[in-house]
C-alpha cells in the first residue's frame, strides 16, 4: 500500500468521524483498511459481507467525496469482505492462506474471525485484527484534572490484566472513552503480541449476535470470538440495554472471562446503576470492579491537547488561534479536533492566512452542527426536575431559596455551557434585568469555584445536560 495514501486516508478519517455518528464511525468506517490501489480504484478490506452491505447503501458516496476532496481524483471504491473466499474452480487474486497468514485464524465459513494471534504477523495487522485503531496511544493521550484518575486506571489495567476487574469507564460523547480503552488494547499487543485482544462496540455486538441466533451453526463461532480472548474491549455498552436476548449472551460471555481471569473494559455514557432498561445482574456484574468517570476538559486540558495536536501534523499554527479555539469549544475534545482538523484543511487547500473571520467562522460552523440547541428551554427543563419544582417556578417572581437558588444555577448555566449573553438569558427568564442575570451568575461561579458541594451539585446537573443534548 503506497504510504501517501495512508496519510490521505487518516486525513479522510478525520473528516468522516465529523461527518458520521460516534457509533457508526466506529462501527462501520474506522474499520475499513485500504487494501489495493489500481489506477483510480481502492479496495478497502471490510470484517464482513454485513459492513460491505451498510456502506454501500450509506456511506459509499460520502467516502468518495471526501477522497475527492482531499486528493482532488474521483476514486471508484470497491470493498472485500475479510471472509471472503474463492468459489472452487473461480480465478481469484485473493488467496485463503495469505489471508490467513495476515489476518490470523478467520472461520472463512461463518464471518466471524477467532482471535488467534499469528506470532509471525507484524504488530500493526494483529491491530487491526483486534479492531483497534494503532493512533491510540496513552503517549498521545494529553492528561488533565478532568481524566488524570481514568487515565491513570487505565494505564494500570495495561500492566496487570485481570487485577481491576471490569474497568468501566463512562461520561458524555468525545471526552476520550474510546481512546483510553483502546489504548489499554494497543499497549498489550505492543507489549504480547501472543495476547487475544478484540475491540467492539456494543452495536457491533449485538449485529453479530443477531445474525448467530439466525444462523444457528454460527453460535459456537460467536461464542469463541468474544469468550476466547485475553482482553475484551467493548465500546458503549449501554446499546445492550433492553435487548434480553443480548444481556442473556452478554451476561455469560461476562462470567466466562471474569471466571477466567481475563480482563473486561466496558466504556459507556453513564454509570451502570443510571442505564434504563439495564439487567440488575448486569449493572452488579459492571459495578464489581473499578469506575471512572471522565469529564468536560477545562482550558488547560483544551488547550494542551490542540497543541499536541499541531506537533503531531507539524501544523505551524499561531498560539493566539490555539486560544480562541480552546476558550470557544468547551464541550468535547471530538469538536476541538473536529475546528482544528477544519482550519488545517483551510490553510493547506487556500493557501491563505486564517484571519480573525475565518477562525471565528470554522469555529462557529463546528459548533453549530454539533449542537441539538442546548438552549435555555432545555436547561430549565433540567435544572427544574433535578430540583423537583416546575420549569414554571424558574421564570416566575417567586424568591424563596428553594425557587431562587434553582433560578440562579440555571442563569449561570446558560452562560457557562450555552454561551448566551446576558440580556438574551434576563429575556428568557421572565423579563428580568441583564444585571440581575450577571449577579446570579457571579454568584454561582464564585460558589461553583469555592465550594466543593456547590461544585459537585453543578457537575452533576452538567453530565444529565450532556446526555439530554
Not at 204 to 227: G, H, Q, T, W, Y
Not at 254 to 277: A, D, M, Y
Not at 306 to 321: F, H, T, W
Request: charged share 25%.
Amino acid at each position: 500500500m503506497d504510504e501517501n495514501f495512508i496519510n490521505i486516508w487518516e486525513k479522510a478519517l478525520e473528516i468522516l468521524k465529523d461527518e458520521t455518528s460516534q457509533i457508526a464511525y466506529k462501527t462501520y468506517i474506522e474499520v475499513m483498511v485500504p487494501r489495493i490501489i489500481d489506477k483510480n480504484t481502492i479496495c478497502f478490506l471490510a470484517p464482513s459481507g454485513y459492513h460491505i452491505e451498510v456502506c454501500n447503501k450509506r456511506y459509499l458516496d460520502l467516502i468518495e467525496n471526501t477522497l475527492k476532496y482531499l486528493t482532488s481524483v474521483d476514486y471508484k471504491i470497491t470493498f472485500e469482505a475479510k471472509d471472503a473466499i474463492p468459489e472452487e474452480g473461480e480465478e481469484e487474486n485473493l488467496d485463503v492462506e495469505i489471508i490467513k497468514g495476515q489476518y490470523g485464524n478467520i472461520d472463512v465459513n461463518n464471518n466471524s474471525q477467532i482471535i488467534n494471534n499469528n506470532p509471525s504477523v507484524d504488530v500493526k495487522t494483529l491491530k487491526e485484527n483486534a479492531g483497534l485503531n494503532p493512533r491510540y496511544s496513552f503517549d498521545n493521550f494529553i492528561i488533565g484534572t478532568n481524566n488524570r484518575f481514568a487515565q491513570a486506571t487505565a494505564y494500570s489495567v495495561s500492566q496487570n490484566l485481570g487485577l481491576t476487574n471490569p474497568l468501566y469507564i463512562y461520561g458524555g460523547v468525545g471526552l476520550g472513552k474510546t481512546h483510553l480503552m483502546q489504548a489499554i488494547g494497543n499497549a498489550i499487543i505492543d507489549k504480547d503480541p501472543t495476547k487475544r485482544v478484540i475491540y467492539c462496540t456494543g452495536e457491533l455486538f449485538v449485529n453479530e449476535l443477531i445474525k448467530a441466533m439466525l444462523n444457528p451453526s454460527m453460535n459456537d463461532s460467536f461464542k469463541k470470538k468474544f469468550r476466547n480472548v485475553d482482553l475484551l474491549l467493548i465500546d458503549d455498552v449501554q446499546i445492550i440495554a433492553g435487548k434480553d436476548k443480548c444481556q442473556e449472551e452478554f451476561f455469560h460471555t461476562f462470567n466466562s472471562l471474569f471466571e477466567s481471569g481475563k480482563q473486561i473494559v466496558l466504556t459507556s455514557e453513564k454509570p451502570p446503576k443510571e442505564i434504563n432498561g439495564l439487567e440488575d445482574r448486569l449493572k452488579t456484574r459492571f459495578s464489581m470492579g473499578v469506575s471512572v468517570d471522565i469529564q468536560t476538559p477545562d482550558y488547560e486540558t483544551r488547550f494542551a491537547i490542540l497543541k499536541k495536536k499541531a506537533e503531531e501534523e507539524r501544523y505551524l499554527i499561531d498560539d493566539e488561534v490555539l486560544v480562541k479555539v480552546a476558550t470557544r469549544v468547551k464541550s468535547n475534545v471530538r469538536e476541538l479536533e473536529g475546528v482544528f482538523n477544519k482550519l488545517m484543511a483551510y490553510t493547506k487547500f487556500t493557501n491563505s492566512p486564517l484571519t480573525d473571520a475565518v477562525v471565528d467562522n470554522i469555529i462557529e460552523s463546528i459548533l453549530v452542527k454539533n449542537s441539538k440547541v442546548l438552549s435555555s428551554k432545555l436547561i430549565m427543563q433540567v435544572v427544574a426536575k433535578f430540583f423537583n419544582i416546575n420549569v414554571s417556578d424558574l421564570t416566575s417572581d417567586k424568591r424563596s431559596n428553594t425557587i431562587a437558588l434553582p433560578r440562579q444555577i440555571a442563569m449561570y448555566l446558560c452562560r457557562e455551557v450555552a454561551d448566551m449573553s446576558f440580556p438574551a438569558i434576563g429575556k428568557d427568564f421572565g423579563g428580568r434585568d441583564h444585571s440581575t442575570v450577571l449577579h446570579a451568575y457571579s454568584k454561582i461561579k464564585d460558589a461553583y469555584d469555592s465550594n466543593t458541594d456547590t461544585k459537585d451539585l453543578i457537575d452533576d446537573i452538567k453530565k444529565t445536560l450532556e446526555r439530554e443534548s
